[in-house]
């Protein structure tokens, strides 16, 4: 069974604050993919990055960062210098390679930016 | 780049009446598409496993009587909640992709359901 979890519920930042959502997994699959996904409030998923299991290159993306690491089945997303706009639900995920589109979702880290 | 359509993308029915949402892959074919519900302040969780030509695979706690997949084309799937009830009421979700050599998994633009 695979299995995801972002132990933080909420975050509140201040604008231009750097802000890191914590994402654990579990599976069995050897193959395997993680996605981090936004959803703002009118409810539709946008997708942010997918990264699959044999590369664990961080990557940057303008003010979005991911660091993946095997050793602790961890892929955090770090937001730097947040804005107002980030505030939104993110969504870790994880699809395993025989299953392939089959997500199995985190809980979801609502994060709030304030002015 | 590859779109997901869902329609519509607000439904309000009474209860006891049956609604039908469809999920379209716009500009590719796709013979697995997959439908998630969330309820309000949850997580995503899947429906289903949508499979073109043959029966939709249910997730464990399902009622596949209930919450009917049709997916008759390879660029159509369609959930028809049967005799909804205000319990229903849920935001509805399906995707699909191209597979693990294309980019990502694309989502439609999720469904509101109410039932009064």
């Known amino acids: 069974a695979q299995k995801v979890t972002q132990a933080q519920t909420e975050i509140s930042v201040v604008e231009k604050e750097d802000v890191t959502l914590d994402c654990v997994y579990e599976?069995?699959?050897?193959?395997?993919?993680l996605f981090w996904y936004k959803q703002p409030p009118s409810g539709e998923l946008v997708f942010l990055i997918r990264r699959n299991s044999f590369d664990e290159q961080n990557e940057i993306s303008g003010r979005y960062s991911w660091n993946f690491q095997k050793s602790t089945s961890s892929f955090n997303f770090t937001i730097t210098a947040s804005q107002v706009v980030d505030s939104a639900v993110y969504f870790c995920?994880?699809?395993?390679?025989?299953?392939?589109?089959?997500?199995?979702f985190g809980q979801g880290t609502i994060l709030t930016v304030h002015p | 780049g590859a779109v997901v359509s869902q329609h519509p993308s607000r439904v309000i029915c009474k209860s006891g009446t049956s609604v039908k949402i469809e999920c379209r892959s716009l500009?590719?074919?796709?013979?697995?598409m997959f439908w998630y519900r969330q309820f309000p302040k949850q997580s995503l969780m899947l429906m289903a496993t949508s499979n073109e030509g043959s029966k939709a695979t249910y997730e464990q706690g399902v009622e596949k009587d209930k919450f009917l997949i049709n997916h008759a084309s390879l660029t159509l799937s369609t959930l028809t909640v049967t005799s909804a009830h205000p319990e229903d009421s849920s935001f509805y979700i399906c995707s699909a992709s191209t597979g693990p050599s294309g980019n990502t998994i694309y989502f439609g633009e999720g469904s509101w359901l109410t039932v009064v």
């Open positions: 599976t069995r699959d050897t193959t395997y993919y």
């Open positions: 500009d590719f074919q796709a013979t697995t």
């Open positions: 995920a994880l699809s395993g390679g025989t299953s392939y589109g089959k997500l199995t």
